[in-house]
């Protein structure tokens, strides 16, 4: 199953039902594409959610430790390449030759959009997500 095998699957899943976060954050990177902690904290999980925007970053940490997840400088995104964190700021800055996005994002790496990709939609037990 996309490089993954049935034990690995359940070693992730099992890790995710400990993490839910992370894997929030894993399915908004597959959905959306690379985005900031900061907009994911106040755009998909922050004020109804409870969560600080540190949990957030400790997550994206955690997907960074185990190879999930890669850190990228704004600078190198692609100007076409649409984050929820950047469509508005394209459509302001038009007239500008490249946007100004000079924070960190995060992406996926390959292992992380296998892994996206084998693992369910709900591996997370009571999660909406």
Known sequence: MAGFDQKEL??????????????????????????????????????????????????YQLLVDFGLVEKTSGKELDRHDLTSSVKKTLKRRQ????????????????KGELLARALPQ????GNNT
């Open 122 to 125: 709900n591996v997370t037990e």
């Open 10 to 59: 359940s070693l992730w899943r099992e890790f995710f039902s400990q993490h839910p976060i992370a894997y929030q954050l894993i399915v908004h990177t597959k959905r959306y594409g690379p985005d900031t902690p900061t907009i994911v904290h106040k755009r998909l999980l922050g004020h109804r959610s409870g969560l600080s925007i540190e949990e957030v970053r400790e997550n």
């Open 95 to 110: 007239k500008y030759h490249t946007p100004r996005k000079t924070h960190t994002y995060y992406q996926l790496s390959r």
